[in-house]
């Protein structure tokens, strides 16, 4: 069972290019997000989804798209690299069960960190 | 909006003795969920316990339990007895209405605890 899987662990960018993070959940969870914490900061959410074909925006999105095209994956899309993305990123998953939903915990991936040069 | 708080950025806490976690939020969510989680040094995010806005009880897990103050909007993690393991940043998160597009998790900016011999 893996879990919340997250690739690459580590990324070093110049300004200006493109990425994606990748993130995958064997659990078919449908609940999907993802974060990034700056140092000595909270997790600070980017986008999340609740199920294949649907995301919303969080707290930071600017600069970031995400798709949802599967239950399985959710990758984060940064367009145009900026230092400001300088980050760990983290994503996570969570089980939706009807009638039971409020008490499910996230599951986070080991995160991946990223510098943008 | 959804707003979590958490005001104290570090402790420090002798080993074995109990120590208070704060954390408020703000929601227009009439039912909400509230979790703890701890990430130590490695960065890995590790759930400690929920609290659902409707539950009757104070959650307990272990030596962590909340103390669930719905007026106050206050969310406070206790850890009895505590060791020198739990030194780490704990954040507090919340969870807004189930079922919708706003059922998403924002977290606190985290506390760091650390734990004296």
């Known amino acids: 069972n893996a879990g919340v899987t997250q690739t690459p662990k580590f990324q070093v960018l110049k300004t200006g290019q493109s990425m994606t993070l990748q993130c995958a959940q064997d659990?078919?969870?449908?609940?999907m997000s993802w974060y990034r914490q700056d140092p000595g900061m909270g997790l600070r959410l980017i986008h999340y989804?609740?199920?294949?074909?649907?995301?919303d925006q969080g707290e930071v999105p600017n600069g970031y798209n995400v798709s949802r095209s599967t239950t399985e994956d959710f990758p984060l899309r940064l367009l145009s690299a900026a230092p400001s993305q300088t980050s760990v990123y983290f994503c996570?998953?969570?089980?939706?069960?009807?009638?039971?939903?409020?008490?499910?915990?996230?599951?986070f991936g080991d995160g991946t960190r990223l510098s943008i040069l | 909006a959804q707003k979590i708080t958490q005001t104290q950025p570090g402790m420090f806490v002798q080993e074995k003795e109990a120590v208070t976690l704060d954390c408020t939020y703000d929601?227009?969510?009439?039912?909400?969920?509230l979790f703890w989680y701890k990430q130590p040094s490695s960065g890995e995010m590790i759930f400690l316990i929920y609290q659902g806005s409707y539950d009757q009880q104070n959650a307990t897990e272990g030596r962590y339990s909340l103390n669930f103050q719905k007026a106050r909007k206050s969310a406070n993690l206790v850890i009895s007895a505590s060791q020198l393991g739990d030194s780490a940043m704990y954040f507090c998160a919340m969870r807004g209405r189930e079922y919708s597009s706003a059922s998403k998790i924002i977290f606190g900016s985290g506390t760091r605890l650390s734990i004296r011999p």
């Open positions: 929601t227009s969510d009439p039912s909400y969920g």
């Open positions: 996570a998953s969570r089980l939706r069960i009807p009638g039971q939903g409020l008490d499910q915990p996230q599951h």
């Open positions: 659990m078919n969870h449908e609940y």
């Open positions: 989804s609740v199920g294949a074909g649907i995301t």
